[in-house]
């Protein structure tokens, strides 16, 4: 009954920006954490950033705190994860993620996954 749906990956030289964007629909009333998760070929799944319902608290995995920054708008049902100073090991299928019952922050909490956006960063 949710459904997320990511958009803005694509392909940027090092040092460059994106913003990726996560549509959801989601029932009403529902107070759902919200996250990004990244996985790259032959790599294990890894946390990237998530967000409480309420905007009160963020949480970034270490290789991307102060490059990445994730907010979101309840009214339209939108999480966005702005990335800065992109690097070469930042290239991956990029995942939004959603949690019910508790945090975002751990794959085992996801209730919900997107299927994935891609993003390419050149050297």
């Known amino acids: 009954q949710v459904q997320l749906v990511e958009s803005g990956g694509g392909l940027v030289q090092a040092g460059g920006s994106l913003r990726l964007s996560c549509a959801a629909s989601r029932r009403a009333f529902s107070n759902y954490a919200m996250g990004w998760f990244r996985q790259a070929p032959g790599k294990e799944r890894e946390f990237v950033a998530a967000?409480?319902?309420?905007?009160?608290?963020?949480y970034y995995a270490d290789s991307m705190k102060g490059r990445f920054t994730i907010s979101r708008d309840n009214a339209k049902n939108t999480v966005y994860l702005q990335m800065n100073s992109l690097k070469p090991e930042d290239t991956a299928l990029y995942y939004c993620?959603?949690?019910?019952?508790?945090?975002?922050?751990?794959?085992?909490?996801?209730?919900?996954w997107g299927q994935g956006t891609q993003v390419t960063v050149s050297s």
């Open positions: 993620a959603a949690s019910v019952a508790g945090g975002a922050t751990t794959s085992r909490s996801i209730n919900y």
């Open positions: 967000i409480t319902w309420s905007n009160s608290s963020t």
